[in-house]
């Protein structure tokens, strides 16, 4: 099973921007869906993003559309989170997935999870 470690997180001020990262132990990393998702205490993880395997094909929840970038480096084993116009109401740990199927991820049943990241938003 793929191990997967995520980097990136920290605090940040409204309005700026972050990139995440999710390292995969892998190499056949190229083969698996990912996806970002991220949750706040008392509330269930919600989806943001995922990609496919090589990359063609991405979705978004409605909350990031626009703001958040999902990408895969399939040389390096990574997948990245750009973050734009962040908000305080981004605060939360952030976690990568990885599923054989793209399906998986967007209904939140993946095969692994890293062990997330925290985003603080605020001045």
């Known amino acids: 099973q793929v191990q997967l470690v995520e980097s990136g997180g920290g605090l940040v001020q409204p309005g700026g921007s972050l990139r995440l990262s999710c390292a995969a132990s892998?190499?056949?990393?190229?083969?698996?869906?990912m996806g970002w998702f991220r949750q706040t205490p008392g509330k269930e993880r919600e989806f943001l993003a995922s990609i496919s395997w090589g990359g063609s094909t991405t979705n978004y929840a409605d909350s990031v559309n626009g703001r958040f970038t999902i990408s895969r480096d399939n040389v390096k084993n990574i997948a990245y989170l750009h973050m734009n116009s962040l908000k305080p109401e981004d605060t939360a740990v952030y976690y990568c997935?990885?599923?054989?199927?793209?399906?998986?991820?967007?209904?939140?049943?993946?095969?692994?999870w890293g062990k997330g990241t925290l985003v603080t938003v605020s001045s």
């Open positions: 997935a990885a599923a054989k199927s793209l399906h998986d991820i967007v209904v939140g049943t993946p095969e692994c």
């Open positions: 892998e190499r056949t990393f190229s083969l698996y869906a």
